[in-house]
């Protein structure tokens, strides 16, 4: 049954980041290497990739480098709290500024709103004691950093920025700077949180995962 859920899980977010990237490279702006180097400058491209290949190690027992880290100790919570910032940041302040349909409706509800909601209730039932320690999640707060200093260093010379409130050039580098605190004082809320209720939840609930 796990196996089945993880297998479903691995083969519907695989479909929505492949759909997303051919949606746009057909309604590309720029040329196709502009345009695949702007696809995973997204936040929700690379989150949902993460969750992606999660899913995919734990369905095909995929254990050796590069997938050995999604079997460490603190990933289903890192990768927990990273994909509900995606949904909570599209939620409020990304979903008003577009109204897409078709294919594109299809795909960026799955990206940021199902994938999202399904990941945590995945966490709810297979949550460890050992996956709910502060320390080890927090050593994935590196690909958050790491995906900020890109975007703003990329964004200062090429002048794209994946997202308005990371747009140093038409809000200014203070009202940017402010905003990526809120995301981080975000990241910390969620992760409390989780570790929080990822302990009230009753034992017999939880399935303890092996962890090399």
Avoid at 70 to 98: C, E, N, P, S
């Amino acid at each position: 049954m796990k196996r089945n859920i993880e297998i479903f899980t691995s083969i519907i977010v695989w479909f929505a980041v492949i759909a997303q990237f051919y949606l746009m490279v057909i309604n590309r702006q720029a040329d196709i290497i502009e345009t695949i180097v702007r696809f995973f400058s997204f936040f929700t491209i690379l989150t949902n990739t993460l969750v992606a290949l999660y899913f995919s190690s734990k369905a095909f027992e995929l254990k050796r480098f590069p997938f050995s880290i999604f079997h460490k100790a603190g990933a289903l919570t890192a990768i927990t709290t990273f994909i509900l910032i995606v949904g909570l940041v599209y939620q409020i302040t990304l979903r008003g500024i577009w109204q897409p349909t078709g294919l594109q409706y299809l795909v960026d509800e799955l990206l940021h709103s199902v994938v999202p909601l399904w990941v945590l209730i995945y966490w709810s039932f297979i949550v460890s004691n050992i996956d709910l320690k502060f320390k080890p999640v927090s050593y994935w707060i590196i690909y958050p950093i790491c995906y900020l200093l890109f975007v703003l260093i990329r964004g200062h010379f090429s002048g794209f920025y994946p997202y308005p409130f990371l747009n140093i050039a038409n809000i200014g580098y203070l009202n940017a700077f402010q905003n990526i605190g809120l995301i981080i004082l975000l990241f910390l809320s969620i992760l409390a949180l989780l570790v929080f209720l990822g302990k009230k939840l009753p034992r017999n609930r939880m399935i303890e995962s092996s962890y090399s």
